[in-house]
T-cell receptor, first 110, second 116 residues
Framework: AQRVTQPEKLLSVFKGAPVELKCNYS??????LFWYVQYSRQRLQLLLRHISRESIKGFTADLNKGETSFHLKKPFAQEEDSAMYYC????????????FGRGTQLTVWP | GAVVSQHPSWVICKSGTSVKIECRSL??????MFWYRQFPKQSLMLMAT?????????EQGVEKDKFLINHASLTLSTLTVTSAHPEDSSFYIC????????????FGPGTRLTVL
């Protein structure tokens, strides 16, 4: 079975501070990991995926297979980063359902 | 990026009536669409996976006779909540899989259902 765990339901930081949203997963195969973001009153949208290995809006995430983690990081948080962040897993790089974590509400204070 | 629309964006109905929600992929064909339910400030719960031309696959605990899913074309899937009750009030979200290499799921804006 597969599972995605986001231990923090709420996370608050001040503007300019570093931020790390934690995501751990359990899956015996080779997963594909994603971070989705949902801004207030907007639809869920893809932020980044581990296979792309890119930085989006200053965010990065590295897949650590040893620790089965895919933490999302940004060195200097901005107020516009305030949103709900979901970590998601898909089994392999094929068509298929996403398994979502419960989400972390990030609030960046001015 | 690809766009997924949902209609209606919100609906209020009386208990016992049925409500149909449409999910459309506007600029791509989606072999597979997914239907989720989201409670306030909570994660998305997958209800069912909808494949064009075949029966939907429902997640455990989801009543297939209550939540009817039809995926009649590569750009349209519908979710019908039959004999709706107040406990069915929720935010329903669909997503569509683009199906290409490094495929990505695109999400609709959601439909807010309120059953009185």
């Amino acid at each position: 079975a597969q599972r995605v765990t986001q231990p923090e339901k709420l996370l608050s930081v001040f503007k300019g501070a570093p931020v790390e949203l934690k995501c751990n997963y359990s899956y015996s195969g080779s997963p594909e990991l994603f971070w989705y973001v949902q801004y207030s009153r907007q639809r869920l949208q893809l932020l980044l995926r581990h296979i792309s290995r890119e930085s989006i809006k200053g965010f990065t995430a590295d897949l650590n297979k040893g620790e089965t983690s895919f933490h999302l990081k940004k060195p200097f948080a901005q107020e516009e980063d305030s949103a709900m962040y979901y970590c998601a897993l898909r089994r392999g790089s094929t068509l298929g359902r996403l398994y979502f974590g419960r989400g972390t509400q990030l609030t960046v204070w001015p | 990026g690809a766009v997924v629309s949902q209609h209606p964006s919100w609906v209020i109905c009386k208990s016992g009536t049925s409500v149909k929600i449409e999910c459309r992929s506007l600029d791509f064909q989606a072999t597979t669409m997914f239907w989720y339910r989201q409670f306030p400030k909570q994660s998305l719960m997958l209800m069912a996976t909808s494949n064009e031309g075949s029966k939907a696959t429902y997640e455990q605990g989801v009543e297939k006779d209550k939540f009817l899913i039809n995926h009649a074309s590569l750009t349209l899937s519908t979710l019908t909540v039959t004999s709706a009750h107040p406990e069915d009030s929720s935010f329903y979200i669909c997503s569509a899989d683009q199906g290409a290499s490094y495929n990505e799921q695109f999400f609709g804006p959601g439909t807010r259902l309120t059953v009185l």
